[in-house]
């Protein structure tokens, strides 16, 4: 019987939205491993959030530094492996997003334990199914270590649910701390008043197609976003595009969806003039409801779509951001 650590990040007060689909499958694992949930994080000030991560877990190890206030992965999984060592953890899991996919190896090799990397379903004690091949396949993967490290794909797991009763809250040591040469020099990120993509209950997409505007000959490919980002604006929701777009270097980089962008899996996504290239689908096919809205009906698209729209998106989205509006108001 060994316990299971979840690392989460927070956000100021709260856990990330993205921590729940790690703590949702922690608790899997947990029940497959018999010992406790232990919620670890990781930072300068998250004893703010331990009252919010206590609701999902049997316990909350806080480690608060101020050399642990922005994310590094030399200093961080450090920490993860001595918490993991001190809580008798024989699964680690963490969220397989950015932070996650960089700090989870680090771990892994230190304890020399296996790493079953963007899981999607938790069979069995040491067993999991992971996509591969852009998601048209899976695979069932066993890892033969006695600690297994496991990084959960968040669009496959419901966000967890609180507990109901509240985990103890425990302030745990660093250790010492030595970043390797490494040093934090600056983020640079781009802020915006919409939603994250990982985070946003709705998702509006554009694809190569919004780079000429049959209304406006003029209108550049970013300009044409701009009208696309009026739809997001009224449905409060997050943007994210094609990669045709984002090498184009329309719209920032961390809006591309699929493969090797961001993978969501929102409420509802519009897919406005994306064909639906495998690549791209591997992002978003975990959406629950998906329209699509392309000249060509033949498009690969409207194969995964629950509503789709044989229009361009020039006519389709003046009259659906007038409609949004009238049956908001
Ligand atoms: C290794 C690898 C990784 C990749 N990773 C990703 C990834 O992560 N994400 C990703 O998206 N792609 C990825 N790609 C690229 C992918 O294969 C496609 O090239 C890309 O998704 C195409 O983008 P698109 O649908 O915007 O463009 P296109 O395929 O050019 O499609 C444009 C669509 O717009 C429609 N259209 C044109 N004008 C209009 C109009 N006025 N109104 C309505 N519809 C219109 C067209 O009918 C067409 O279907 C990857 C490729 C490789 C090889």
């Not at 331990?50 to 480690?63: I, M, Q, R």
């Not at 094609?242 to 184009?248: E, I, K």
């Amino acid at each position: 019987m060994g316990n299971v650590i979840a690392f989460c990040e927070t956000e100021g007060s709260k856990l990330k939205s993205a921590a729940l689909a790690n703590i949702a499958c922690a608790k899997q694992l947990q029940s497959h491993h018999g010992g406790d949930l232990v919620i670890l994080l990781i930072g300068n000030n998250v004893q703010d959030a331990a009252a919010d991560a206590a609701k999902y877990g049997n316990k909350v190890v806080t480690v608060n530094d101020a050399a642990l206030e922005n994310y590094l992965a030399e200093t961080y999984a450090p920490v993860i492996v001595k918490i993991a060592g001190e809580n008798n953890a024989s699964a680690i899991t963490v969220t397989a997003n950015a932070v996650g996919k960089d700090v989870l190896p680090r771990v892994a090799q230190t304890i020399s334990a296996g790493m079953a990397s963007d899981i999607s379903e938790v069979k069995g004690k040491d067993e999991f199914k992971r996509p591969i091949l852009a998601g048209n396949a899976f695979s069932t993967v066993k890892v033969n270590s006695e600690v297994v490290c496991v990084s959960a794909r968040q669009s496959a797991f419901d966000p967890a649910t609180e507990s109901g009763s509240s985990g103890e809250v425990v302030a745990g040591e660093a250790g010492p701390i030595d970043a390797l040469g490494a040093s934090f020099v600056r983020l640079e990120g781009v802020k915006s008043d919409r939603p994250d993509l990982n985070d946003a209950d709705t998702v509006i997409s554009g694809g190569r197609g919004l780079g000429k505007n049959k209304n406006n000959s003029d209108a550049t490919p970013q300009e044409n976003f701009e009208l696309l980002g009026d739809l997001a604006d009224v449905l409060g929701a997050g943007m994210g595009a094609s990669r045709a777009v984002t090498d184009a270097g329309w719209v920032p980089a961390d809006w591309q969806i699929g493969q090797t962008g961001k993978i969501v899996a929102p409420k509802l996504y519009f897919a406005f003039a994306i064909s639906g290239a495998i690549q791209h689908l591997a992002g978003m096919k975990g959406a629950k409801t998906i329209v699509a809205v392309n000249k060509d009906a033949e498009a690969p698209i409207f194969q995964v779509a629950d509503y789709g729209l044989v229009t361009t998106w020039e006519e389709a989205l003046p009259e659906l951001i007038e409609e949004i509006k009238k049956a908001k108001s």
